[in-house]
DNA sequence: TGACCTCACTTACGGCGTAAGACTAGCATC
DNA sequence: GATGCTAGTCTTACGCCGTAAGTGAGGTCA
């Protein structure tokens, strides 16, 4: 008694509202300090009404990763394109949205995310490797090293955020001269890692093609 | 009053004991089931008495991924060998390592282990690298991107141990004839994904050295 | 002897996920 | 209108969690 709410019983709630405020709260406190509760109170109810639009908090949390890639990824192959060209997009598509919603990055470590609409998306790419000439064997574990190599540059990148601001470069001094002169340019970002990683797996990629 | 344990007030619990019985929780239970208390009752000792041995639980989790790594990377490189051997060598020790202690995986996907151990071994991949001909920050991605690779397929692999059994091989029926392609095969493993990647990643950087 | 240090224990607080169940509004049916 | 059903919401409760704060027993050394 005495919330503020309106206190109608059927407020409609929906399980898009619910989906949309999660990924705000990973976003905005990050996903560990993402809680039923917390939720709630967001959304101005209590927290056993949201099982009511998820199934438990796995639920909750592989909602929110479907919902980021969602978010992220388009269907359809729009030109033709090279496909160093699509697999790179592909690649570009989940950065950006990992790069949305940091805080729902975690999300992605432990969960692979099978709906309709991914297994889609990876059949399509499938589709263009082979037409390219790799085997689909070849072609699927291609997907996964690429899909693989974004999230984890993005997690460990999320895990140095983290860590105490002991700046490597210092430690580096002279004991580890070659360390130094490595970071002698500034700190490494995510996107030239990212992008290092990504133009060498495709190099390697095109050296594993039959006629290559 | 009344614990079975000798109630001596100096047990003679040591850090090391702590770790090791952290890591074998780990490994058993799995990381997520990982708590204080519960690590405290394997070891016949109350919650807070931990503390004494570890800052607090992320301490812990830490002192775990050092653990693994200290466990499985030898810091010498024993005969002279070609960079391609070395840079192998080293992704399958972090390999073995993480396979050893499955349940410890997820806590190496939000931390980098800044040690002077691991500081170390990182110096002598990267002169190894640079002997090579590769510029110092080119190395460094390149170290960033084989661990990424391989810590990246661990956690790939534990998240769909994980999730529901229901094959993918099923699902992709007539829709996705390809994936039903190449799923054919049996299911892919980890070992063969790493593999992959790997090979992938190691000639793509042979592309990227100066005179190749 | 007594001061001090180390290690372990006790108690307590505020959080968490969620099982079980009670209440209520709206709707279909008679 | 009365009845019963269903779905959405709230209440209560349980057993976990990490850890702050305080207590006290043994050992060490002046």
């Given at each position: 008694m005495g919330r503020s709410r309106v206190q109608g019983k059927h407020a409609g709630l929906t399980r898009d509202q619910v989906l949309q405020a999660a990924v705000h709260l990973a976003d905005r406190d990050g996903a560990a300090a993402l809680s039923m509760r917390k939720l709630?109170?967001?959304l101005d109810v209590e927290a056993m009404t949201l099982y009511h639009h998820?199934?438990?908090?796995?639920?909750?949390?592989?909602?929110?990763?479907?919902?980021?890639?969602?978010?992220?990824?388009?269907?359809?192959?729009p030109p033709p394109a090279s496909w160093q060209q699509?697999?790179?997009?592909?690649?570009?598509?989940?950065?950006?949205?990992?790069?949305?919603?940091?805080?729902?990055?975690?999300?992605?470590?432990?969960r692979t995310a099978i709906t309709?609409?991914?297994?889609?998306i990876l059949e399509h790419l499938l589709r263009v490797l082979r037409d390219a000439g790799f085997a689909p064997r070849t072609a699927l574990h291609l997907v996964y090293a690429v899909a693989g190599a974004v999230v984890g540059q993005h997690l460990a990148y999320a895990g140095e955020q983290n860590q105490q601001p002991a700046d490597v470069a210092d430690l580096a001094g002279d004991d580890l001269p070659v360390l130094a002169e490595a970071l002698a340019g500034g700190p490494v970002t995510m996107e030239s890692r990212?992008?290092?990683?990504?133009?060498?797996?495709?190099a390697g990629f095109e050296t594993l093609l039959p006629g290559g």
């Open positions: 709630a109170r967001e998820v199934q438990n908090k796995q639920g909750l949390e592989d909602a929110i990763v479907e919902y980021v890639l969602a978010e992220s990824l388009s269907p359809p192959p699509v697999v790179a997009g592909h690649a570009d598509e989940l950065h950006r949205g990992l790069a949305k919603h940091p805080g729902a990055v975690p999300l992605f470590a432990s309709p609409r991914t297994l889609a990212l992008e290092f990683t990504l133009t060498a797996l495709i």
